[in-house]
């Protein structure tokens, strides 16, 4: 049991850490817009008091090569 309990204390932040899920969330949020979109600074997630997924220097593509 405290073998489990340490494991999840060591890998738990790992699951559920933005940065972890990178190309997974650029991936959803590239199909949500339709454009690519691509994160190149950090990524927060918390899930509590309320889930809340923040990133910083997102790029979007736009038509002809621009970006936003």
Known sequence: MLAIIGLGIVYGPLLVS???HR??????ASNAVGRPVRIAGPIMLS????PQLR???VTIGGPQGTRI
């Open 18 to 20: 933005g940065n972890y």
């Open 47 to 50: 899930l509590l008091p309320d």
């Open 55 to 57: 990133a910083e220097d």
């Open 23 to 28: 190309a997974a969330i650029e991936r959803l």
